[in-house]
C-alpha cells in the first residue's frame, strides 16, 4: 500500500474550521483517498473518500491536489465531538483486495 | 450501512487460555476483515475472513494463533489462542458494504481484552 504522512496532531477551536492535511506522494493513478476517524473508545468510522475529484457530504469536504499527491480534509465548524485520530489511508482500486492500512493518523482536539 | 455487533465487548483472560471473539453484521456484506489495536497505537491487520474459505493472513499473524471462521456472508469468528499478556488489545471486526472497490468499511465497537 502507498504510505501516507499525517502531522501528528492538530489542534482547534469549537466553531472554527479545521484543516487536516495528508501527503501521498506515491499514490498511483488508481489509488482512492480515504478518511476515516476514531472517537475515544470506539471503532473507526468513515468519513469521506475521493479519486480525483473534491467531494463533499454530510461529515466533511475532501479537498485532492491536482497531482494527486496531498489532499485535505475539511471539517466546517469544528464541534467538541469531532476531537478525534483523523486517519488518511490509500487504498487500490482491485475490488478483490480491499483491505485499508492504517496509520498513525492525527489527533485532533478541539478547544471549547 | 452495516451495523456490526462483537461479543465479548471485553473480557479479563487468564494466560494460557482461548477466546473465540463473535462478530455479526445485519446485513449481508462483500468482505470482512479482523484488525488488532494495542494500546496507545494505531490499526494493525490481521486477516481477510473469506466466506467459506480459510482466512488471508497478513504478515507476523499466523492461523494457528489466530483462528479465523466466516461460515455465512454475516458472521464471523477470531480466536486468540494460548494467550499472553502481550494479545491485550482491542480487536475489531470490520466489513465492506456495498462494492468492494469503493464500498466503505463499518467497524464494530471492538472488543477489549486483557490478558493476566
Known amino acids: 500500500d502507498a504510505k501516507t504522512t499525517q502531522p501528528n496532531s492538530m489542534e482547534s477551536n469549537e466553531e472554527e474550521p479545521v484543516h487536516l492535511p495528508c501527503n501521498h506522494s506515491t499514490i498511483s493513478g488508481t489509488d482512492y483517498i480515504h478518511w476515516y476517524r476514531q472517537l475515544p473508545s470506539q471503532g473507526p468510522e468513515y468519513v469521506i473518500h475521493?479519486?480525483?475529484s473534491n467531494v463533499n457530504n454530510r461529515m466533511a469536504s475532501l479537498a485532492i491536489a491536482e497531482d494527486r499527491k496531498s489532499s485535505t480534509l475539511i471539517l466546517h465548524r469544528a464541534t467538541l465531538r469531532d476531537a478525534a485520530v483523523y486517519y488518511c489511508i490509500l487504498r487500490g482500486s482491485g475490488g478483490s483486495n480491499y483491505k485499508l492500512t492504517f496509520g498513525k493518523g492525527t489527533l485532533l482536539t478541539v478547544n471549547p | 450501512s452495516a451495523v456490526i455487533s462483537q461479543k465479548p465487548s471485553r473480557d479479563i483472560c487468564q494466560r494460557g487460555t482461548s477466546l473465540t471473539i463473535q462478530c455479526q453484521v445485519d446485513?449481508?456484506?462483500?468482505?470482512m476483515f479482523w484488525y488488532r489495536q494495542q494500546p496507545g497505537q494505531s490499526l494493525t491487520l490481521i486477516a481477510t475472513a473469506n466466506q467459506g474459505s480459510e482466512a488471508t493472513y497478513e504478515s507476523g499473524f499466523v492461523i494457528d494463533k489466530f483462528p479465523i471462521s466466516r461460515p455465512n456472508l454475516t458472521f464471523s469468528t477470531l480466536t486468540v489462542s494460548n494467550m499472553s499478556p502481550e494479545d491485550s488489545s482491542i480487536y475489531l471486526c470490520?466489513?465492506?458494504?456495498?462494492?468492494?472497490?469503493?464500498?466503505?468499511?463499518?467497524f464494530g465497537e471492538g472488543s477489549r481484552l486483557t490478558v493476566l
Open positions: 475521493g479519486l480525483t
Open positions: 470490520s466489513a465492506v458494504a456495498g462494492a468492494a472497490n469503493t464500498g466503505e468499511l463499518f
Open positions: 446485513s449481508q456484506v462483500t468482505m
